[in-house]
């Protein structure tokens, strides 16, 4: 069983364009992150969410919004896309903000 | 604010033998945690040891073991027998700890390590 998973795996589309990128955990976890890697492999964090909470929202488009339905997922909106969104977002999770936090496979974004 | 910097971008050791990663981060705070993350061509992050600041020994897996020194600010990646397997990135990551805690991970910006048969 994959303890968090993200669908889809790989997204290609226009500028302008909506997308979602959907995660799941299946840990039990309360805690749940998006990172972004840009092209240098660069990692950093765009939004964390404890107990459906948003907690930590970094300097980040308000064209990305995430929602979180319940502690086990966490999805991620992109609105009008841009070429300079193009990168791996990748899901994680924790039990609190200080546990250890294990990550999805990663879905590769290019916006063309 | 804290940084994290791995002066290291690739490195490369040959099968069997010992190879160290560095990494060195600057931060004013006493109650963090330390990880290495390792990123294999499969893009999947894998967590490979985690050291709270707290404890003064340093944590081991197998292989992997660290060499975290407070003082300095320094925390290096030791992998013992290398297998070919463990090529990939390597990733240091600092997160700052307390009940302040966001759980937000700061991460350098990677060592590509190969490991040649």
Request: one cysteine or more; glycine letters at 6%.
């Amino acid at each position: 069983d994959t303890a968090v998973s993200q669908t889809p795996k790989y997204l290609v589309t226009q500028m302008g364009n909506d997308k979602s990128i959907k995660c799941e955990q299946n840990l039990g976890h309360d805690t749940m992150y998006w990172y972004k890697q840009d092209s240098k492999k660069f990692l950093k964090i765009m939004f964390s969410y404890n107990n459906k909470e948003l907690i930590i929202n970094e300097t980040v488009p308000n064209r990305f919004s995430p929602k979180s339905p319940d502690k086990a997922h966490l999805n991620l909106h992109i609105n009008s896309l841009e070429l300079g969104d193009s990168a791996v977002y990748f899901c994680a999770s924790s039990q609190g903000p200080l546990g250890t936090q294990y990550f999805g496979p990663g879905t590769r974004l290019l916006v063309l | 604010a804290q940084t994290v910097t791995q002066s290291q971008p690739e490195m490369s050791v040959q099968e069997a033998e010992t190879v160290t990663l560095s990494c060195t981060y600057d931060t004013s705070e006493n109650n963090y945690y330390l990880f290495w993350y390792k990123q294999p061509p499969s893009r999947q992050m894998i967590l490979v040891i985690r050291q709270e600041a707290y404890k003064q020994q340093n944590a081991t897996e197998n292989r992997f073991s660290v060499n975290f020194q407070k003082a300095a600010k320094s925390f290096s990646l030791k992998i013992s027998d290398s297998q070919l397997g463990d090529t990939a990135m390597y990733f240091c990551a600092f997160m700052k700890g307390g009940s302040g805690s966001q759980g937000n991970l700061i991460f350098g910006k990677g060592t590509k390590l190969s490991v040649k048969p």
